[in-house]
């Protein structure tokens, strides 16, 4: 069967779904990664908005690695939802919110074991090699709560 015949075989409502859909799910994806920043800039010292618009290497080294595992988490919660769409957006919802909020808890306790000062990691002027720990729990716990999600 070539595209053309089986685009032949696609209704205008299909498509209508299949695109509202895609536009439910992004506008869900974009609130929880809205939801993932604000929850990782209330649990570092400083404000992280103005420390990475300040051009602070590790807050924008350690805020990347937390967007990025946010965004891990959010996937799956995405593509494990599955089914009806109302059903579906709630799944990618709920448990969204919950791998955040284990992310930030699971990634706050790794701080402490690593007993990097956050404070004065987040606000120096130079890169130092603590950023790479902390980054690298971001992603690594991200990976995890997201197969958690799954």
Do not use: C
């Amino acid at each position: 069967m070539t595209v053309f015949e089986a685009a032949d075989g696609l209704s205008g409502s299909t498509l209508g779904k299949g695109i509202g859909a895609i536009l439910l799910y992004a506008i869900v994806g974009l609130v929880l990664m809205i939801v993932g920043f604000y929850a990782v800039d209330l649990t570092t010292p400083g404000k992280l908005r103005d420390l990475v618009r300040a051009g602070k290497p590790n807050a924008t080294y350690i805020t990347g690695a937390g967007m990025l595992s946010m965004a891990f988490i959010i996937v799956v919660a995405i593509y494990a939802a599955g089914g009806e769409l109302l059903a579906g957006l709630t799944y990618a919802v709920v448990f969204g919110l919950v791998g955040i909020v284990a992310q930030i808890v699971s990634v706050r306790l790794l701080d402490l074991v690593t007993g990097v000062d956050l404070d004065e990691l987040m606000h120096a002027d130079v890169f130092l090699p603590q950023a790479r720990v902390i980054a690298g729990a971001h992603i690594a716990l991200g990976l995890i709560v997201a197969v958690a999600v799954f």
